[in-house]
């Protein structure tokens, strides 16, 4: 079935670091993909989504791309601030019929200033 | 705020009990998912529904069952409750014709199983 990896968290890192979360997927077809950030106390949001090879997907200085050659998704931010602090998440959507997610086990992230 | 209303924010029960979580989908968001997010099996789907009918079945236990009513509000009720079954209980909701995988979460129900 399908299944996404995640980088082991937690991650720290100091204000304006450059960061990196890792995912990678497996999957039957062709899934769209998505990174979704999970603040304290609240639901999940998503934050950026690719849906088919070569796609960026961006957002609030986010960016990752959909890697088809490495089954990839890899998040990234060149200047990270204390507000990133959160718990952020890969999942695919596999397009069957239905929208369900397919999650990671998520990645905290905490920004020290 | 997203717009999905989850109840309660808090719940603790003991062993062997039956409780029932509720959620309100945002206005006119005709699906409605159910998630559980535990510290060792990460976020796991459970279910879905659309306008009333099931559309998706994940990994939800026998002692588990939803439904969604017509006025697209959905409930989930966990019976005959285990210490495992503590977790953080996701509802999400998506719109007919809004982008895949493009889910809108509420805040969750966490349930503690004492």
């Known amino acids: 079935g399908d299944s996404v990896t995640q980088m082991e968290g937690p991650v720290t890192l100091s204000e304006e670091a450059f960061l990196t979360i890792n995912c990678t997927y497996t999957?039957?077809?062709?899934?769209?993909l998505f990174w979704y950030v999970q603040y304290p106390g609240e639901g999940l949001q998503l934050l950026l989504k690719a849906t088919k090879a070569d796609d960026k997907g961006s957002n609030k200085g986010f960016e990752a791309t959909y890697r088809k050659e490495t089954t990839s998704f890899h998040l990234e931010k060149g200047s990270v601030q204390v507000s990133d602090s959160a718990v952020y998440f890969c999942a695919l959507s596999d397009h069957f019929g239905n929208e369900k997610l397919t999650f990671g086990t998520g990645t905290r992230l905490t920004i020290i200033p | 705020d997203s717009g999905v209303t989850q109840t309660p924010k808090h719940l603790i029960t003991a062993t062997g009990q039956r409780v029932t979580l509720r959620c309100s989908p945002r206005?006119?968001?005709?699906?409605v998912y159910w998630y559980q997010q535990s510290l060792d099996q990460g976020l796991q789907f459970l279910i879905q529904?659309?306008?009333?009918?099931?559309?998706a079945k994940g990994n939800i236990l026998e002692r588990f069952s939803a439904q969604q009513f017509p006025d697209l509000h959905s409930e989930l009720n966990l019976s005959s409750l285990e210490l495992g079954d503590s977790a953080l209980y996701f509802c999400?909701?998506?719109?007919?014709?809004?982008?895949?995988?493009?889910?809108?979460f509420g805040e969750g129900s966490r349930l503690t199983v004492l």
């Open positions: 999957a039957t077809g062709y899934p769209s």
């Open positions: 206005s006119g968001d005709l699906s």
């Open positions: 529904y659309y306008n009333g009918e099931e559309r």
């Open positions: 999400a909701s998506s719109p007919l014709g809004g982008d895949p995988g493009e889910l809108f």
